[in-house]
């Protein structure tokens, strides 16, 4: 079995900084690409940004030049550094990754539970 556990999230003001972490557990062989996922209420799920197994990287529109994603391959962990936060930003926030299964080899994505991020204007 695979889990994401995430955390970091919060409620902060406009303008405002978070963190938050992700680490992948289980029977882990690799992990390729990893990501951050948002989903606000009445909205869809959207991809944040996300990051390959070597460093490559991919942002929203919405949130380049803002957020910074970084990964920590020695420890499964992926990094979402969250600056200049809008109220727009609000929403509960998933880690995802694309993970090789240790023993099997079986290739699938995780996710992990969501944390809320609250920016209050």
């Known amino acids: 079995q695979v889990q994401l556990v995430e955390s970091g999230g919060g409620l902060v003001q406009f303008g405002g900084s978070l963190r938050l972490s992700c680490a992948a557990s289980?029977?882990?062989?690799?992990?390729?690409?990893m990501g951050w996922y948002r989903q606000a209420p009445g909205k869809q799920r959207e991809l944040v940004a996300s990051i390959t197994s070597g460093g490559r990287t991919n942002y929203a529109d919405s949130v380049s030049g803002r957020f910074t994603i970084s990964r920590d391959n020695a420890k499964n962990t992926v990094y979402l550094q969250m600056n200049s936060l809008k109220p727009e930003d609000t929403a509960v926030y998933y880690c995802?990754?694309?993970?090789?299964?240790?023993?099997?080899?079986?290739?699938?994505?995780?996710w992990g539970q969501g944390t809320q991020v609250t920016v209050s204007s």
């Open positions: 289980g029977s882990i062989f690799s992990i390729n690409a």
């Open positions: 995802n990754a694309d993970v090789v299964r240790s023993g099997s080899g079986y290739r699938r994505d995780y």
